[in-house]
């Protein structure tokens, strides 16, 4: 049996809590970069006897669409598989049905799903420092509660994964991250672009045509140089305060 999480957490908080559950599972477990660009996704075939975790974030209620194009080459071949989807204490809406959807023509054999909690990658005043300790403890014990479904051969019950379809309307965050003046040029955020939006030629500005808005050029940067426009962070903010104000929980479908 090999175990294997396939992530795609431009920020980290993820792949936190991804690893929170997969390091209750076994001590070696590989991981599978969606967030890479120069992988060659086809590559990756399991077998029946292999157990999987595909982790992403929700972004505006729906799965980012490149780590949607990236999973897809993946083939599954009924191996078993948990989904996992991360939020920033907004709301996921139609992301665990989309990851469901995706898995399944992957070739996925679905045992359980999960939602969690991270901070938001934008407006980092919501779900700060989640996944926390409290967050950590609740998907451990996830995890386990799912490895005794694998062990008891009980993983073809059918599970209800909350969402709709068809999904809402995928729409973009709009905020094109810029280099201000502190940059100095070292290409760190376009070496680590999962969307190769940014110019190693020019660090300025990202391509918005290819930029998602997944803020890790921002959490990437040693000198803190990239920023995002604070007048349309702020208005953002105000937009989702009410749905951010009370703390979400972690919940498991199994």
Same mark, same amino acid.
């Given at each position: 049996?090999?175990?294997?999480?396939?992530?795609?957490?431009?920020?980290?908080?993820? $792949? $936190?809590?991804?690893?929170?559950?997969?390091?209750?599972? *076994?001590? %070696?477990?590989?991981?599978?970069?969606?967030?890479?660009p120069f992988v060659d996704f086809t590559k990756f075939s399991?077998?029946?006897n292999d157990v999987t975790l595909i982790a992403l974030p929700?972004?505006?209620?729906?799965?980012?669409? &490149?780590?949607?194009?990236? &999973? *897809?080459?993946?083939?599954?071949?009924?191996?078993?598989?948990? &989904?996992?989807?991360?939020?920033?204490?907004?709301?996921?809406?139609?992301?665990?049905?989309?990851?469901?959807?995706?898995?399944?023509?992957?070739?996925?054999?679905?045992?359980?799903?999960?939602? #969690?909690?991270?901070?938001?990658?934008?407006?980092?005043?919501?779900?700060?420092?989640?996944?926390?300790?409290?967050?950590?403890?609740?998907?451990?014990?996830?995890?386990?509660?799912? &490895?005794? $479904?694998? $062990?008891?051969?009980?993983?073809?019950?059918?599970?209800?994964? /909350?969402?709709?379809? /068809?999904?809402?309307?995928?729409?973009?965050?709009?905020?094109?991250?810029?280099?201000?003046?502190?940059?100095?040029?070292?290409?760190?955020?376009?070496?680590?672009?999962p969307a190769q939006a940014i110019n190693r030629k020019n660090?300025?500005?990202?391509?918005?045509?290819?930029?998602?808005?997944?803020?890790?050029?921002? *959490?990437?940067?040693?000198? *803190?140089?990239?920023?995002?426009?604070?007048?349309?962070? %702020?208005?953002?903010?105000?937009?989702?305060?009410? #749905?951010?104000?009370?703390?979400?929980?972690?919940?498991?479908?199994?």
């Amino acid at each position: 049996m090999k175990f294997v999480q396939i992530i795609f957490s431009p920020t980290g908080g993820t $792949k $936190k809590a991804a690893e929170a559950i997969t390091s209750e599972w *076994s001590g %070696s477990v590989e991981t599978i970069d969606l967030c890479d660009p120069f992988v060659d996704f086809t590559k990756f075939s399991f077998n029946k006897n292999d157990v999987t975790l595909i982790a992403l974030p929700s972004y505006g209620g729906r799965v980012p669409a &490149l780590a949607a194009k990236r &999973l *897809s080459q993946i083939k599954g071949n009924s191996a078993d598989c948990v &989904l996992l989807c991360v939020y920033g204490n907004r709301a996921y809406e139609d992301t665990l049905v989309e990851m469901e959807d995706i898995a399944k023509t992957c070739g996925f054999n679905i045992i359980a799903a999960v939602s #969690a909690i991270a901070e938001h990658s934008i407006m980092r005043q919501y779900a700060t420092g989640r996944p926390d300790k409290q967050d950590i403890q609740k998907l451990r014990t996830y995890a386990k509660t799912i &490895l005794d $479904k694998i $062990k008891s051969k009980t993983s073809n019950a059918p599970i209800n994964i /909350p969402g709709n379809r /068809p999904y809402k309307k995928a729409g973009g965050a709009g905020l094109v991250p810029k280099a201000s003046k502190d940059c100095v040029g070292c290409g760190v955020c376009a070496k680590n672009c999962p969307a190769q939006a940014i110019n190693r030629k020019n660090l300025k500005i990202a391509d918005s045509k290819k930029c998602i808005s997944c803020m890790r050029c921002v *959490s990437r940067c040693p000198h *803190s140089a990239r920023k995002v426009n604070d007048t349309l962070v %702020s208005i953002a903010a105000v937009t989702i305060k009410k #749905a951010c104000s009370i703390r979400k929980d972690c919940e498991l479908f199994i």
